[in-house]
């Protein structure tokens, strides 16, 4: 199985800061990197796919980067509404598999 | 609109079966490229991928979970199943399908695209 491991686990940040989450996989999975927001009691949302195409309505503070093994989702002036825990997850091949979140406070 | 509803027990008992149903509306299953797949959250934990059933009916399964559970469809009635055996506490959690498109490159074949539309869960407690 691929393994996908996130850091920070968690952070806390200023409204208008730039927030940056990395994910790495345990073995090359090209572009295949989507990422997702979820906030409490609430399904999480798509947010971006294939590593950088935005999914409709997402706002362009959103970004995403990253090929092969290292990746990031970076928020460039984060908003109230961001505050929400925040997965990637691989879909280059079975068992797709998930990262273990990081939920971004605001301060 | 292209929706996604979850439904099953609330409760259920160590050791038996649980049975959940994801209706869905606005896509077909027998469509080209289309799959449904499941996922799980434990209280307070991270998201946990479960299965995935294809227009095709082709399965793939969590290989921690493999040998406990079963997804099938019934096009007609626009419903995917997940069975999951002999339950555990540690099964408890909120349960949630999603819609996912499997696509085809001639450089990296099949590949899976985000689930782009989720139901909005439904909660499972294990306990006696």
């Known amino acids: 199985d691929i393994q996908m491991t996130q850091s920070p686990s968690s952070l806390s940040a200023s409204v208008g800061d730039r927030v940056t989450i990395t994910c790495r996989a345990s073995q090359t999975i090209s572009t295949y990197l989507n990422w997702y927001q979820q906030t409490p009691g609430k399904a999480p949302k798509l947010l971006v796919y294939a590593a950088s195409t935005l999914a409709s309505g997402v706002p362009s503070r959103f970004s995403g980067n990253g090929s092969g093994t290292e990746f990031t989702l970076t928020v460039t002036s984060l908003q109230p509404e961001d505050s929400a825990t925040y997965y990637c997850?691989?879909?280059?091949?079975?068992?797709?598999?998930f990262g273990g979140g990081t939920k971004v406070e605001i301060k | 609109q292209v929706t996604l509803r979850e439904s099953g027990p609330a409760l259920v008992k160590p050791t038996q079966t649980l049975t959940l149903t994801c209706t869905f509306s606005?896509?077909?299953?027998?469509?080209?490229?289309?799959?449904v797949t499941w996922i799980r959250q434990p209280p307070g934990k991270a998201l946990e991928w479960l299965a995935v059933i294809d227009w095709e009916d082709d399965k793939y399964y969590s290989t921690s979970l493999a040998s406990r559970l079963t997804i099938s469809k019934d096009t007609s009635k626009n419903q995917v199943v997940l069975t999951l055996t002999n339950v555990d506490p540690v099964d408890t959690g909120t349960y949630y399908c999603?819609?996912?498109?499997?696509?085809?490159?001639?450089?990296?074949?099949?590949?899976?695209?985000?689930?782009?539309?989720w139901g909005q869960g439904t909660t499972v407690t294990v306990s006696s």
């Open positions: 606005g896509f077909s299953l027998s469509t080209s490229e289309m799959c």
């Open positions: 997850q691989q879909s280059s091949s079975t068992p797709l598999t």
């Open positions: 999603a819609r996912i498109h499997l696509k085809y490159t001639d450089y990296d074949g099949y590949y899976y695209q985000g689930l782009d539309v």
